[in-house]
């Protein structure tokens, strides 16, 4: 059955279908991870997006080994050049994912021409249809529908048997991040838009994780001014969007980059020291825009210099573009995690991560 990929630019690509019948419209990305195939697909930052897999084969292994990040699919739509050969039941797995959860796929198509596309001209808009004339538009992103969607609406605790409990703001976080923090302390995990007014203290830190959309949006207000009111008094740290909003709530900017980070291969740099870290975010800190904040550039990406620590230690605020968890990619810098851990033991040591 064929099926068409459109483009907002007008370029037209015909490919074989998978998944759901269904005609879907989002903004189109492409990850450079050649595995942790499940893990992208249900990781809420992909909320609203269609995903192509830059690797040209892909599903070399059975999706039951991976470990889902959220409860669903999360993305809008999936591009592949090719699919494993030597691994059927791998394709049967995710076709029938896809169909459970009313998501399109689409394969056979010229990847890497489309990366080319996106890489000249930016991220623009697509549509996967089963015909070449659909009857929906490219549409616009929405964060605050996408913010519902994928974080939890509901506040609940985990791990209440610790000393220490973090205020973990839930914008669409990752199940491996939630776990990891899990570990350090137990969690009082509220949704973007809790009441914060309505808290009454008894936290050790807040914790702000990672979700789609713009940082900049007015549904993170409230999330932007409880950093503010508990700057300076509780610890405060952030990974992905929860980088870029405590960014913004001490005075940062931030912008849209041409065609994002996304995938498990991109060095990040800190003096002499390289790690290889996990990404997905089309937004960034601006670096100029730190200048007269309290923040300072700990790590930057090698490739493009883009922002990728944050950390203010007089006051231990502390926060990263990209993912500490990785799932999927590398856990170079899980001394994030440790970092966590000394700041919830008391120790507030002077430019630690430095060390």
Excluded at 229 to 241: D, H, Q, R, S, W
Excluded at 257 to 262: I, K, N, P
């Amino acid at each position: 059955m064929k099926r068409y990929l459109l483009l907002e630019d007008g370029n037209v690509f015909e490919g074989e279908a998978f998944g759901a019948s269904i005609d879907v419209s989002g903004e189109l990305i492409f990850t450079t991870s050649p595995t942790g195939y499940l893990e992208v697909l249900t990781d809420p930052s992909y909320g609203g997006q269609i995903v192509l897999f830059a690797f040209p084969s892909v599903l070399t292994y059975n999706l039951r080994r991976s470990i889902p990040q959220s409860r669903d699919i999360s993305t809008s739509g999936v591009i592949v050049r090719e699919t494993s050969g030597l691994n059927t039941e791998a394709f049967r797995e995710l076709d029938m994912l896809l169909n459970n959860s009313g998501v399109p796929g689409i394969k056979g198509v010229d990847t890497r021409k489309i990366i080319e596309l996106i890489r000249k001209k930016g991220n623009m808009r697509g549509i996967i249809s089963c015909t070449r004339n659909p009857e929906i538009d490219f549409g616009t992103m929405n964060t605050r529908d996408l913010l519902r969607r994928f974080a939890t609406t509901f506040d609940y605790h985990l791990n209440n048997d610790r000393n220490d409990e973090i205020l973990f703001v839930d914008m669409g976080t990752k199940k491996s991040l939630l776990d990891q923090v899990s570990r350090i302390c137990s969690l009082h995990v509220v949704p973007f838009d809790f009441p914060f007014s309505t808290i009454n203290g008894g936290y050790s830190g807040i914790f702000l994780s990672n979700g789609p959309g713009d940082p900049s949006d007015e549904s993170l207000d409230g999330v932007r001014e409880l950093i503010r009111k508990n700057y300076g008094k509780l610890p405060i740290f952030g990974v992905c969007l929860g980088h870029q909003v405590l960014s913004m709530a001490l005075g940062a900017s931030t912008g849209k980059m041409l065609y994002g980070h996304h995938g498990t291969n991109h060095s990040v740099i800190q003096g002499e020291k390289c790690f290889i870290t996990s990404h997905n975010h089309n937004f960034h800190v601006l670096e100029e825009s730190l200048f007269g904040t309290p923040l300072e550039v700990i790590q930057r990406d090698a490739n493009d210099g883009a922002v990728e620590m944050v950390a203010d230690s007089e006051k231990f605020a502390m926060s990263v573009q990209y993912h500490p968890e990785g799932s999927p990619g590398p856990v170079d810098p899980c001394n994030f995690f440790g970092e966590m851990k000394k700041a919830f033991g008391g120790v507030y040591a002077k430019n630690a991560w430095n060390k």
